[in-house]
């Protein structure tokens, strides 16, 4: 069902600028509110006595695949928190061409670009059905104050998603293209493997083409290297689902071997 208007319930407690998340999004029957307690449990913050207490509320949004959470230029005044689902972060140039900068999972916060200049820098499009929980801004900071160990949390996790960021950078400038798509699927594992789900066999919710804009390379790159490492038995690839058989083999991986090798290798697998 399509929400026009925040519930009056609670409407006190949160800022006008939720309209137009709720208005692109739409919620289900089940839970619609998240306490502050809930919150910190999803972000991984250490949960005060003083912030159990807290009573405020934070709406859940539900967005279906291809929907916008934030659209780029959007006047800023909310975080977001994935509560379940996928999504995708990306940059749009003046040709209308994406550049992918991420992909929010469950326990993620997104949204922190717009801090800077009160409007989003990125766009946020669902990969999956997903779960959100809006966060206004102005009230988190008030709670921060409220709440010292809150105030240092929030840093904490904003300093979090940078180094995510940094390290890819990082990883841009220094590793292979192999190199690179090995350590995405560790990342991933090791995301799904946080989030209490098997790090070992997952689906991939978004494109090559999103993994190769991601990681600077093209969509056929991303393809071959997959088909590549599904060849010499460090993964099993049947579309979009990963099943992780070599999880040392690809933290470690700079390049593929020569052709022949793995030629060699699979022939003695199969002997």
Request: proline share 2%.
């Amino acid at each position: 069902m399509l929400c026009t208007s925040i519930t009056e319930s609670n409407s006190a407690s949160a800022l006008t600028g939720t309209r137009a998340s709720v208005e692109s999004g739409w919620q289900r029957a089940g839970k619609l509110w998240s306490n502050l307690n809930d919150v910190c449990e999803l972000l991984r913050i250490a949960v005060g006595t003083s912030m159990v207490e807290d009573d405020f509320l934070f709406q859940h949004v539900q967005f279906k695949a291809g929907q916008r959470v934030h659209t780029v230029g959007q006047p800023f005044d909310m975080l977001y928190i994935v509560n379940s689902g996928f999504l995708k972060t990306v940059m749009i140039d003046e040709s209308g061409n994406e550049q992918v900068l991420g992909f929010p999972m469950k326990g993620d916060l997104f949204g922190i670009d717009g801090i800077h200049n009160r409007q989003y820098a990125s766009e946020a499009v669902a990969l999956s059905s997903c779960d959100i929980i809006l966060v206004p801004f102005k009230k988190f900071m008030a709670l921060g104050k409220a709440h010292a160990e809150l105030e240092t949390a929030i840093y904490s996790v904003m300093s979090r998603e940078l180094i995510r960021e940094q390290a890819m950078v990082s990883m841009l400038g220094s590793l292979s293209a192999e190199a690179r798509v090995a350590r995405f699927l560790v990342s991933l594992s090791d995301r799904f493997s946080a989030m209490g789900y098997s790090g070992r066999e997952f689906n991939l919710r978004m494109t090559r083409h999103e993994i190769g804009s991601y990681l600077g390379l093209t969509l056929e790159t991303v393809s071959r290297t997959l088909s590549a490492f599904n060849e010499i038995g460090l993964i099993a690839v049947d579309q979009r689902a990963i099943s992780i058989k070599d999880a040392a083999s690809l933290k470690t991986l700079r390049r593929l071997p020569p052709s022949r090798a793995r030629a060699k290798r699979e022939a003695v697998g199969t002997a």
